[in-house]
């Protein structure tokens, strides 16, 4: 039932405006796929242009190989969660299910079956001959997807479904809709901007921006391998330096703006000698070690770690980042340290990312755009 | 892969196209075009039929003319300022104090807006007219009454009539005002009259004059209580009518001419007031609404006397048209005894009249539903070039009076092929034309609350568009479009202005026959008719608020 999505070459436009330029990219049959970006990136327009509620100005978006442009959205058959949730107020949670499957036609026993499964996987029998209104946010969410995934949609679409919950909640339903995507097996295509809840719920993530893909990958390569740096600071905190590539030695290296030199043996082979480079370290790849010297601005005591807001000397980082940080991981931290302090600090080599000095490109080996 | 090459965008023939191009061709056809011929009538001359200005160098020309205009502003700005004066500390009181029998006051406030302003007015004369029970019983103890004909007795019925516009207008921004609002003033040290004068009163003044908009073309337009008590004081809308239908010839043109200059004028006023209520209007919301509170002493009586005076003055009339319905009458003497002959005698006489106001009516109300969900529809969710003339053009109604929409109607359709003077289907044509935009306004309103995705997740689920229109949208709109509906229903059966020009002996309605009856001198079966249409009224309002279980209706 569930299908695969084939996005070629589509390309948005409001008017003279265009909002997606050229985007192409291919979703496997059944996986738990994420758009993630800040707002006005795309994303959201992207998942109605799947939907059919936004037109499509060019190129195709397939099910399966077969083209949908020109198919209303209506027959697309596609579940769809709202960011409002927008269950409808005048009928019963079990009305609200039973909507869809009605209109399949579906007869009397299978309807009872398939709407008392969804309504037991999703975990609101108790509540189905009440109104909307009389429900939580949480529960009015799990009406919403179960309402979506009682039709056997091909594919399943999620616009923001958790920005409405407050933050406990919304971990919790964030398991939940991993589980029943996993039990009912739907092609999912998930739309967010909070980068944590695509890191936790997804099996692959196309990073946005602009109407263009930055990225797309596992979210662990996404994390630890970002293939430029905006989806190096998007997602997680990263620290920017400036820096220049060495292949003096027998290993390559790159060395920073104080002279501080760190080997780099999977630099790939496009990066020249003295190239100019931007090198990303996230805040937990710095150590207490010999290195480059750093004074504290502030710090802040977080429980598992104490997060320190640095200050290095001048034209060492790159201008305009938010804050330099450093996390100390507490269960290893030897001694603590005090605002106005000057402390030392070593990147990891094996973990930090390497940039092409216009932020588009990774240096670092065998790192993948597209994945 | 294909390539990206820009498709063009394919234009689809969908059902909403349909509705948008039908009510489009139904608005040109019923509203534009007699509008249109109006005012080209305004510019010929009745006998030649050639182009002149003839017309209107005759208005301003002479005293007679120009001063039914000057009449008519002075009169309605008198209206309007009393009921604002009346209908501000009445909402203000009954917001902010506990008033006894409050339930009971709301109802007759409500019923006494709805039932037209004529059967006040008539009523007025029977109790303070030269054979006025009121004027009889002070002339025997030798005192004279002041006349309820021309100016005074007009500002008494319009004041009367149109304060509660005022009331619910106020009372409703009183529920927005947040208690915290006047608790902040008191803690600033501030109390009394000065926190009402430099709080509540600011707060509410875009609402008053946007209430203050409605009583002034209400009372600019009423055309029934200036033809019965006006007397020497001639009004535009009284003017245009004798104008027109003068038994000595009809000056057609003349009256059109007259009807163009009140459409502008009307115009003028209605955008000049949007323009300033929409500079000075501010959002508010209330968590905390203001609660009655107790007040005690000889403000306490006071302030009961005054919404009481009020109130009882406001309803003495439909009180005074039901008891003499009763009556045993000869024409315009009321005999001694107790009866139901003047019920009698409209089913043997005026049958049809009743008939015909509840056929009339139900044909329009469907009609005006069904339009007023659509429009409101195309107007809010599927915006483009034409929706938005629709939408304005069904505005339009709101500064026409109804005596001038019937001249506009009569003009436009009394020859072929569109043939219509003198059927049903004119009647019922005004009725929609005039009274949409209430159903319109409100249904209008509730879609905007309505968010869009509840429609997307039908279609989703794998309901067409029209389809998620009809079990979804409709369903949800229902309160809103029910409380427009409510509102074009009482005033589609009371509607007197455009029905007295457009009526036949088969199409007259209730209204047209009670001023028939009243001219004629016929008081028991005018005042028999009368009660029936108020009956009618009121039972339409209780069904209303049994239905929605709220006492509000949205004006």
Known sequence: MSVSIGINNVIKKYGDTTVIPDLSVQIKNGEFFTLLGPSGCGKTTLLRMIAGFNSIEGGTIQFDGTVINDVDAHKRNIGMVFQSYAIFPHMTVRENVEYGLKLRKESKESMKKKVDDILRVVRISEYQDRLPQNLSGGQQQRVALARAIVIHPSVLLMDEPLSNLDAKLRIEMRSAIREVQDQVGITTVYVTHDQEEALAISDRIAVMKLGIIQQVGAPESIYTRPANVFVSTFIGHSNLFHAKVSRGGSTPAIVFADGYRVEMPNLCDGAQEGQDVVVSVRPEEFSIQPGMKAKVRSKTFLGKYTNYVLEFAGGMVLPGQPSIEFSQDLGHAERLYNVGDTIELKPNAAKINVFTEDQEQSLIKDVKKYA | ?555
């Not at chain 2, 535009?236 to 239908?245: A, G, K, N, Q, R």
């Not at chain 2, 935009?437 to 689920?461: D, G």
């Open chain 2, 1 to 555: 892969m294909p390539s990206s090459a820009l498709k063009t965008h394919k234009f689809k023939w969908d059902f909403w196209k349909t509705v948008t191009l039908v009510i489009l061709l139904l608005f040109a056809v019923f509203l534009v075009y007699p509008l249109f011929m109006l005012f080209l009538s305004g510019f010929k001359d009745s006998e030649t039929q050639l182009w002149t200005m003839g017309n209107f160098a005759k208005f301003f020309g002479k005293r007679y003319y120009y001063g039914a205009l000057k009449n008519s502003f002075l009169l309605t700005i008198c209206v309007t300022a009393l009921t604002i004066l009346i209908g501000t500390p009445l909402a203000y009181f009954m917001t902010t104090c506990k008033i006894k029998g409050k339930g009971i006051i709301e109802i007759l406030i409500i019923v006494s807006m709805m039932s037209p302003a004529f059967i006040g007015a008539y009523s007025w004369v029977l109790l303070c007219g030269r054979n006025g029970s009121v004027t009889k019983f002070f002339a025997n103890l030798g005192i004279h009454t002041p006349s309820i004909y021309g100016f005074g007795g007009m500002l008494l019925v319009f004041t009367l009539k149109l304060y509660p516009f005022i009331y619910m207008y106020v009372c409703g921004a009183m529920k927005k005002i947040d208690v915290a609002l006047s608790e902040a003033a008191e803690s600033l040290g501030c109390n009394g009259i000065k926190k009402v004068a430099t709080i509540i009163v600011p707060l509410i003044t875009p609402t008053v004059f946007a209430g203050g908009l409605l009583v002034f073309m209400n009372a600019l337009a009423d055309f029934g209580t200036p033809m019965l008590i006006g007397e020497g004081y001639l009004t535009m809308p009284t003017l245009i009518y004798t104008e027109f239908i003068n038994e000595t010839g009809g000056e057609a043109n003349f009256a059109a001419a007259m009807a163009a200059i009140m459409v502008l004028v009307t115009a003028v006023i209605f955008i000049a007031q949007k323009y300033f209520v929409n500079k000075k209007s501010f959002t508010m919301s209330s968590l905390r609404p203001i609660q009655p509170k107790q007040v005690h002493g000889i403000k306490n009586v006071l302030i009961h006397a005054f919404i009481y005076l009020v109130v009882g003055l406001a309803i003495l009339p439909q009180l005074t048209v039901v008891y003499t319905s009763f009556l045993n009458t000869n024409r315009a003497v009321f005999l001694e005894g107790y009866s139901l002959n003047s019920y009698r005698m409209i089913i043997d006489n005026l049958g049809r009249a009743v008939k015909n106001t509840y056929l009339f009516g139900l044909i329009a109300i469907a009609i005006i539903v069904i339009l007023g969900m659509f429009i409101a529809y195309i107007a809010t969710r599927k915006r483009n070039v034409f929706t938005a003339i629709i939408d304005t053009v069904t505005m339009f109604p709101y500064i026409i009076p109804g005596s001038v929409l019937g001249i506009t109607l009569l003009l436009a359709f009394n020859h072929k092929p569109l043939l219509l003077s003198g059927t049903a289907i004119i009647m019922i044509i005004s009725f929609v034309v005039r009274r949409l935009p209430y159903t319109l306004r409100s249904s209008a309103a509730i879609l905007y609350q309505i968010s869009p995705s509840m429609e997307e997740a039908s279609i989703s689920l794998g309901a067409s568009p029209v389809k998620t229109f009809f079990k979804i949208t409709a369903s949800l709109m229902m309160p809103g479009v029910l409380s427009g509906a409510i509102l074009s229903w009482i005033t589609v059966i009371n509607e007197l202005g455009s029905s007295v020009i457009l009526f036949t002996g088969k199409t007259v309605t209730m209204s047209v026959a009670i001023y028939q009856e009243v001219i004629r001198a016929s008081y028991g079966t005018a005042a028999a008719l009368a009660t029936i249409l108020t009956a009618t009224t009121v039972i339409s309002l209780l069904i209303f608020f049994k239905l929605t279980g709220s006492k509000e209706i949205s004006l």
